[in-house]
């Protein structure tokens, strides 16, 4: 297949890992100039000295370091064509255990970030007429039992989508996300309990949340960030608004 990103000027958050590093080696394997952000600076700077691209500190919470992730972004490269909104973490316990401290930092962290960076990444890719493409979950679209702050931050990205797909489709901007069930990174690795989480809830959501497609292994990071690149490449040209389920089934029913 050619390479569908030759020379297009890619901003990644979350690229130090899981399926953000999955995303920068296929796009940079692809032609594209990469530039991540990460609050796991050396991480990200692995990943950049890997795939011959940028990487700069960026912590999500904070919306001033959006601000200056796009700006550092876009000098490095001299613009931006695609923003991927990868950064994210995982937030286990009941709704009555959820401290605030726990609530705000997951919101923070999952939506308000992307939130933050879509707005300072729009005057570039006004300029290239680009595309955006948000890692949502399929947690989003379903309640996972023990998850609501992490559901509902998903939620938020899956409406957030929307939204920004329906105000920058007048500057031909397309805006879609892809919504992963379990994924085998080091973020689902904790997910589990034997990775800290209480064994009566993590029993409780698998028992409720299991994929329909049973015959296979846990999906790859690379396959999330092979739907990724179909969203963010011309052959998606047609789609806005899009939230694309890999979750083997898990939200059919
Ligand atoms: N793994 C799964 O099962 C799964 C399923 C559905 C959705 N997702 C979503 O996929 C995305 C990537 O997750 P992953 O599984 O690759 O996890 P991961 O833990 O491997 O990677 C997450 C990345 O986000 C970065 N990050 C965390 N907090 C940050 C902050 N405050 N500012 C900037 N960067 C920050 C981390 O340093 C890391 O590089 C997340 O948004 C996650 O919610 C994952």
């Known amino acids: 297949m050619a390479p569908r990103f030759t020379g297009k000027r890619v901003l990644l958050t979350g690229g130090a890992s899981g399926i953000g590093r999955a995303t920068a080696d296929l796009f940079a394997a692809e032609g594209a100039i990469v530039t991540i952000g990460d609050i796991d600076i050396e991480g990200a700077q692995r990943a950049a000295s890997e795939t011959a691209g940028h990487a700069f500190a960026y912590d999500s919470r904070d919306p001033e370091s959006a601000v200056l992730l796009a700006a550092k972004a876009a000098e490095a490269m001299g613009g931006i064509d695609i923003l991927l909104n ?4 995982m937030t286990w316990g009941r709704i009555e255990e959820t401290s605030p401290d726990a609530w705000k930092r997951t ?144 939200t059919t029913g």
């Not at 990868?86 to 973490?89: D, F, K, S, T």
């Open 86 to 89: 990868i950064a994210g973490i």
């Open 107 to 250: 919101l923070d962290i999952n939506l308000s970030g992307p939130f933050f960076l879509t707005q300072a990444a729009f005057p570039y890719l006004r300029e290239s007429k680009g595309n955006i493409v948000n890692v949502a979950s399929a947690g989003g679209l379903h309640a996972v039992y023990g998850t609501a702050a992490y559901g509902i931050s998903k939620a938020g990205v899956i409406s957030l989508t929307k939204a920004a797909s329906l105000e920058f489709s007048n500057y031909g901007i397309r805006v879609n996300a892809v919504a992963p069930g379990g994924v085998a990174t080091p973020m689902h690795e904790k997910s589990t309990a034997g990775g800290g989480v209480d064994p009566e809830i993590f029993s409780t959501a698998a028992a409720r949340n299991m994929p329909k497609l049973t015959d296979r292994d846990a999906c790859t990071p690379p396959e999330i960030a092979a739907a990724i690149a179909y969203l963010a490449s011309d052959d998606a040209r047609y789609a806005t608004g899009t939230i694309l389920v890999l979750d083997g089934g898990q």
